[in-house]
């Protein structure tokens, strides 16, 4: 009777979890469910992390963080975004240090609309605990410029305009499959030029996560999936100017059933945090 009743109360138990729903589940790259803690445990032996965002999602962003304060307890930290351009860098490191508040931040560097609530706790967390942050993105002019005369219009920058952006000339492969999804995915839309003003946004970032990393430090970058997905844009860069250093990338997915990675999402990143598409979006 005792065994009867401990199998019922265990099937129960079992039926109770199961029937549960859960919000986003992560996978490593083939597809296997991995906990939080097996992530962390892979993460924080690399020297290079890339935590691949959907910009609007509320999952994400709470992962970022609480994985930047797990990783802040293990490591020594550096953090950068695509959030902030590199132009913008004097602002930060000014809210940082304390000289200037929020508001003046606000009003004197060109912010995301949803930086309040999707990036502030980042960038107070390294204000808090002295951390250096990184602008690392492209001023979006200069992608600009890209798009409307290839790399080459880069080269009429003044001396301090270019130190905003990677180093001329840009290496660059046309024909990574990642470049190549862009140029399918816009249509009559696409052009060459187009996939350049990617290109420049994936060399500078990395070129700036290279320019401040420091041996023995773990780097965390927060950029677009897009950027580092299938292990191309910031990671092609990043590997071909220093091949030596150890990297992992994380990618968010978003699918109707996340207890079953779909085979296109597959492969993605090192961790793909698959999040329920009925969540709700912070804009």
Request: net charge negative; aromatic share 12%; glycine share 4%.
């Amino acid at each position: 009777m005792k065994k009867l009743l401990f199998l019922f109360a265990f099937t129960f138990y079992l039926f109770s979890v199961s029937a549960q729903k859960a919000p986003y589940v992560i996978y490593n790259a083939k597809g296997k469910k991995v906990s939080y803690e097996k992530m962390l445990k892979s993460l924080e032996e690399k020297d290079m992390v890339l935590f691949g965002e959907l910009h609007n999602n509320p999952i994400a962003h709470w992962l970022q963080y609480e994985l930047t304060s797990d990783l802040y307890a293990k490591r020594p930290l550096i953090l950068g975004a695509e959030m902030v351009e590199a132009d913008n860098q004097d602002e930060l490191d000014a809210y940082l240090a304390g000289t200037i508040d929020y508001k003046a931040l606000d009003s004197t560097a060109r912010l995301w609309n949803n930086h309040k609530t999707d990036y502030a706790p980042l960038v107070d967390f390294a204000k808090d605990k002295k951390l250096v942050f990184v602008a690392s993105n492209v001023p979006r002019r200069y992608a600009s410029v890209v798009y409307k005369g290839g790399f080459e219009a880069l080269d009429t920058l003044s001396v301090e305009e270019k130190s905003w952006i990677a180093p001329l000339p840009i290496a660059f492969d046309p024909e990574l499959p990642g470049y190549q999804n862009i140029l399918k995915m816009m249509g009559d839309h696409g052009s060459p030029t187009l996939v350049m003003a990617q290109a420049i946004k994936d060399a500078t970032m990395a070129h700036f996560i290279l320019k401040n990393y420091k041996e023995g430090s773990l780097f965390l970058h927060y950029n677009g999936a897009y950027h580092s997905n299938n292990y191309e844009g910031i990671l092609w860069y990043l590997k071909k100017d220093r091949p030596d250093l150890q990297y992992s990338t994380i990618s968010t997915v978003m699918q109707d059933n996340v207890h079953k990675l779909e085979d296109e999402n597959k492969g993605i990143a090192d961790f793909i945090i698959c999040v329920d598409s009925n969540m709700t979006t912070t804009y």
